[in-house]
């Protein structure tokens, strides 16, 4: 049985994304580790969802993409034809994770209160790590958010596969 490509790419880059995770987080001496392996493990669980949505839609690419209404000859927006919004370098632009999620639960899909509770606070320290920083050493709280968040990816990966 032929795979879609796009799902493939989308699986392994998700594998490869929380591997390096892990790789970066076991270097002792290796500065902004936390910070890059909260990075990394989000991307790797965003585009495992996204595959996963992309499955459950029968690959259809509309279904991970953010779409806006096809302008009608007089301007107005379309009822019902849509388009995928196009980002600064003119791709389609993708939901964003919790969008995904939000869009998995619709299809039956439950995250467990623990693993949405780690995903938010791993996204929480992404975010600071990328558009400022964290005010204080996140170590503790990335080796806790860390072992579960790898547990918890290992948990879906055989479940879907």
């Known amino acids: 049985m032929r795979v879609n490509q796009t799902y493939r790419s989308l699986l392994d880059k998700s594998v490869n ?40 839609n029968n690959y259809n690419l509309k279904s991970i993409y953010v779409l806006e209404p096809v302008l009608t000859k007089s301007g107005k927006p379309h009822r019902k034809n849509k388009t995928p919004k196009l ?20 299809s039956g899909f439950k995250l ?29 709280e990335i080796q806790e958010l860390g072992f579960a968040c790898i547990k918890n990816y290992m948990h879906i990966i055989q479940k879907w596969s």
């Not at 001496?29 to 459950?56: D, G, H, M, P, V």
């Open 87 to 106: 980002s600064r370098s003119k791709n389609p632009l993708t939901l964003n994770l919790f969008e995904v999620i939000k869009q998995l639960e619709k």
């Open 17 to 56: 994304s929380m591997l390096s995770a892990i790789e970066i987080y076991n270097k002792p001496n290796f500065a902004y580790r936390e910070e890059t392996f909260a990075i990394l493990a989000i991307n790797s669980w965003e585009l495992l969802f996204k595959a996963q949505l992309l499955k459950l």
């Open 112 to 140: 467990s209160k623990n693993l949405n509770d780690s995903i938010e606070a791993l996204v929480e320290l992404r975010d600071n790590a990328i558009h400022f920083h964290n005010n204080s050493r996140i170590s503790k």
